[in-house]
């Protein structure tokens, strides 16, 4: 018979789990090229805009080269966070 309680027992067994390393990688104003991951997520908390692309993992990519820019959507699907590359124009 056990001399102690085993609450939390399973918790304390060593199998410590890494962080995802999920979030925002490349912030707005920043520079990209094709290809690249904008930012990983669980869910759809910001949605693909203009020249991007979302994976099966929910990560959102760039689809051409060019500057990053966030921005938040007003009118019927207000509060909706997209993220929109802006192709550079070539002087």
Request: overall charge positive; hydrophobic content about 25%; aromatic content about 6%.
């Amino acid at each position: 018979m056990a001399k102690k309680k085993g609450g939390g027992s399973k918790m304390h067994q060593g199998c410590d789990v890494k962080g995802k390393r999920l979030g925002i990688k490349v912030h707005e104003g920043g520079k990209v090229k094709i290809g690249t991951i904008v930012l990983r997520q669980r869910g759809t908390v910001y949605f693909p805009g203009l020249h991007t692309g979302i994976g099966k993992d929910y990560s959102i990519y760039a689809k051409i080269d060019g500057t990053v820019k966030y921005k938040t959507t007003t009118g019927k699907k207000r509060g909706r966070k997209t993220v929109i590359i802006e192709q550079e124009s070539n002087p």
